[in-house]
């Protein structure tokens, strides 16, 4: 099986920063792509940024020039750095994984989530 651990939220001041990491583990083979999406209370859940495994990347407008999304494909890991924070950034973050990890002797694909990690912008 495949586990993703979030870890690095918390709460930051308006115009702050914050640092998320993602660390997948588990029988892997190989992982397509990766992303953060999150959820605020009475919204639905958005796409914040993605990236495929070759480092083609993709963000929400909200965040576009503020977060930047990254990888460590030998760690199995996608970082989120979370620049110029606002209040609206406060959410449960959430990232997912899409890949092949193995079981017994057979391959098989997986797109998992992890438990998620909260983020709280207020002064």
């Known amino acids: 099986q495949v586990q993703l651990v979030e870890s690095g939220g918390g709460s930051a001041q308006p115009g702050g920063s914050l640092r998320l990491s993602c660390a997948a583990s588990?029988?892997?083979?190989?992982?397509?792509?990766m992303g953060w999406y999150r959820q605020a209370p009475g919204k639905q859940r958005e796409l914040v940024a993605a990236?495929?495994?070759?480092?083609?990347?993709n963000y929400a407008d909200s965040v576009k020039g503020r977060f930047t999304i990254s990888r460590d494909n030998a760690k199995n890991t996608v970082y989120l750095q979370m620049n110029s924070l606002v209040p609206e950034d406060t959410a449960l973050y959430s990232c997912?994984?899409?890949?092949?990890?193995?079981?017994?002797?057979?391959?098989?694909?997986?797109?998992?989530w992890g438990q998620g990690t909260q983020v709280t912008v207020s002064s």
């Open positions: 997912n994984a899409d890949g092949k990890y193995l079981r017994g002797a057979m391959w098989f694909g997986f797109n998992n």
């Open positions: 588990g029988s892997i083979s190989s992982i397509n792509g």
């Open positions: 990236i495929t495994r070759s480092g083609n990347t």
